[in-house]
């Protein structure tokens, strides 16, 4: 099975500033990595795959970038609603596809 | 719009048994292979299984195998996960998810499964 790790656990950002999440493969999953939004009691959101494309609808401001077993999602400048829980996965293993443990953003 | 509706859940003893269904809406449902996920609390998410889109193929993860099983019925548009041999470590939020080539690009919002003497 393909570890996903995440870092930090939790991030504290003031609205209008720069955040950066980060996600490690335990080996290459190529560019076979999503990044999805969750907010409480929503589904959640596919935010970005084949590492650094955004999904249909997605903002601007969410990039992410990194291929093989580091990978980072950048937030440029922090909106209200985008105080939420983030995941990264890899759909490089067919069919366990596996996730991060995620990365809670917080207001500072 | 697409649309993932799950029902089905609630409160079980270890040991028994819940079916769990996903209502899909706004998409053709019989072209998708779909999957179900499920996030215990505090924890994070979990691939349990797949199914392609006409039921040909199914996938479990080892957590789930031999005890769970996935289904569907394209003529209702539904999805379901049947559960049996429940245990606590299954209590956990379950949402169906569409494939896509790349993740899951749409989710439903989950149902809670609370397995508990």
């Known amino acids: 099975e393909i570890v996903m790790t995440q870092s930090p656990a939790t991030l504290s950002v003031s609205p209008g500033e720069r955040a950066t999440l980060s996600c490690r493969a335990s080996?290459?999953?190529?560019?076979?990595l999503a990044w999805y939004q969750r907010k409480p009691g929503q589904a959640p959101r596919l935010l970005i795959y084949?590492?650094?494309t955004r999904a249909a609808g997605i903002p601007a401001r969410f990039s992410g970038s990194g291929s093989e077993t580091e990978f980072t999602l950048t937030i440029s400048s922090l909106q209200s609603e985008d105080f939420a829980v983030y995941y990264c996965?890899?759909?490089?293993?067919?069919?366990?596809?596996?996730f991060g443990q995620g990365t809670k953003v917080e207001i500072k | 719009e697409v649309q993932l509706v799950e029902s089905g859940g609630g409160l079980v003893q270890p040991g028994g048994s819940l079916r769990l269904s996903c209502a899909a809406s706004?998409?053709?449902?019989?072209?998708?292979?779909m999957s179900w996920v499920r996030q215990a609390p505090g924890k994070g998410l979990e691939w349990i299984s797949y199914?392609?889109?006409?039921?040909?193929?199914?996938h479990y993860a080892d957590s789930v195998k031999g005890r769970f099983t996935i289904s569907r019925d394209n003529a209702k548009n539904s999805l379901y996960l049947q559960m049996n041999s429940l245990r606590d470590e299954d209590t956990a939020v379950y949402s169906c998810?569409?494939?896509?080539?790349?993740?899951?690009?749409?989710w439903g919002r989950g149902t809670l499964v609370t397995v508990s003497s």
């Open positions: 998810a569409r494939n896509s080539r790349h993740g899951y690009d749409s």
């Open positions: 084949g590492a650094s």
């Open positions: 996965q890899q759909y490089n293993n067919w069919p366990s596809w596996t």
């Open positions: 080996q290459s999953v190529s560019s076979n």
């Open positions: 706004g998409f053709t449902f019989s072209t998708y292979g």
């Open positions: 199914i392609s889109h006409d039921s040909s193929s199914t």
